[in-house]
DNA sequence: CCTTGACCTTTACGTTGCGTAAACGTTTAT
DNA sequence: ATAAACGTTTACGCAACGTAAAGGTCAAGG
């Protein structure tokens, strides 16, 4: 098949403009120019094209792609596994400062206050990237696997205080349930009281926190014996109670 | 707490040359100059600045952030929702272009030849967007309540026979959990069969998995501790062991 | 056949978001 | 007290195109 600037153009999402640049520079040269002077463009050509736009996904500058690509020993598949595994630390990092953003938002709304440090979780990956590549091995045979457990959950902010915090409010979610379901409505104010501290509890121990994830959790209630063994002992019918509590707060409930 | 230039660059991960042209093009100012003519930021700044780096993530131009935060009626929260959903739908695409990448490496090494059009699936992304915004949300909406309605129905009707499998699982997991942890390694065979059948168990219960929720409750695990308890009747730090070869089964290992 | 509109060409200047260097003052630690 | 590490302003440079101007080509419809 072969292509005009704008068939490849559309076809691949770039402008014209930018095809007939990759020419100037060298980067990508048609197969051909036909009589009128029109860059025509092969199956060659249309392979190094999605070549360069990977390459350019992961903020490659077009300089290093064009000496990437013409190396001698190149190889298109060794490429294309190495795109991969910088693709899923792209989306790692897009991960965490989405949790950030869930996490300011449960902030804003009365959730625990954050540490300044903590709202650009996810912005500095690359910074860190270089560190774990430098050091992270070294650290990790020093002190061993269990410091480094301790230290990441120090570093997702679980103090020893915090930790006594949640217990506590554990406890108060439990004398909660008790005067919620004393009202017999899952939409009462109680109920709604008791649904946000439960999410206030979980912000605790949940790094990224949604409404999707949450109301999970209050179907696994029902679901799982433990958790259904430990929220009766309270009153009879509570762990259901519980989880249209959840629910309702949620405004996901019918 | 108030900030320099170079802590605020340090704690946030951009340059001080990119804090001093936010300054010059007035998209943030510092809190006040002080004797030496240094620059001081406090805490509405850092606040500040940590929009502007999520509106920047989101290819939005400086000028426009200008514009935004500008407006009267500008809410915090509702942007940072907008973050949310946005951030979403980059992650998808990513998503889309690592498919693209397998698919050509797949093709590349004898599998079913790919379309030129194939080849760039992902990238062209914007032309969805549009569509997106007029038909996303409703579409959306119907579909989550959807989801919860049959999980709800799913849930009250799960059959006696589930229930008793469901059961069964959850004591063959107490047992691979000792074998797994036997290798001591949570990236074992054995400890990769733990989470795949954790995963399955959750199943039963959870009518919309995903990895986030997945390793989510993972941590959960660890933190609280009628779960550590129940984990720990089998072996000392089971828990941990089995959060780590959930974690390291999801792919998000550190 | 002729016109129209969508495509193609080259040249050239403009823009964004900084990096980098120069020339110089301030603060901190030894 | 001296160096290192920070701070300041001014100014030029750069990548990766966008955009406009001035013009040639091509397929389709009237």
């Given at each position: 098949m072969e292509y005009t600037v704008k068939k490849l153009a559309v076809m691949s999402g770039v402008s014209g403009r930018t095809l007939r640049y990759y020419d100037q520079i060298g980067l990508l040269k048609p197969a051909r120019i036909n009589s009128s002077g029109y860059r025509i463009y092969g199956q060659k050509e249309v392979d190094l094209l999605q070549q360069i736009l990977f390459y350019r996904e992961l903020e490659v500058s077009l300089e290093d792609i064009l000496d990437i690509i013409n190396q001698p020993g190149f190889d298109r598949s060794k490429a294309l596994l190495t795109h991969l595994e910088k693709l899923k630390e792209k989306r790692t990092r897009l991960d965490k400062i989405m949790a950030t953003v869930e996490k300011t938002i449960a902030s804003i709304e009365g959730g625990k206050p954050m540490q300044d440090k903590e709202k650009f979780e996810g912005f500095k990956e690359k910074l860190i990237e270089d560190n774990e590549k430098q050091y992270g091995e070294e650290i990790r045979e020093k002190y061993g696997d269990e410091t480094i457990d301790a230290s990441n959950a120090k570093l997702r902010g679980m103090s020893q205080e915090d930790y006594e915090k949640m217990t506590k409010l554990g406890e108060e979610i439990f004398v909660l349930l008790d005067k919620a379901y004393a009202?017999?409505?899952?939409?009462?104010p109680e109920a709604r009281k008791l649904a946000e501290k439960h999410k206030e509890w979980l912000m605790y121990s949940w790094t990224s926190y949604s409404k999707e994830a949450h109301a999970g959790l209050a179907e696994m209630y029902v679901a799982d014996e433990r958790f259904a063994a430990y929220y009766e002992k309270?009153?009879?019918?509570g762990t259901k109670f519980l989880r249209d509590a959840i629910l309702n707060y949620l405004g996901v409930d019918e």
């Open positions: 009202t017999g409505d899952p939409a009462s309270s009153v009879t019918g």
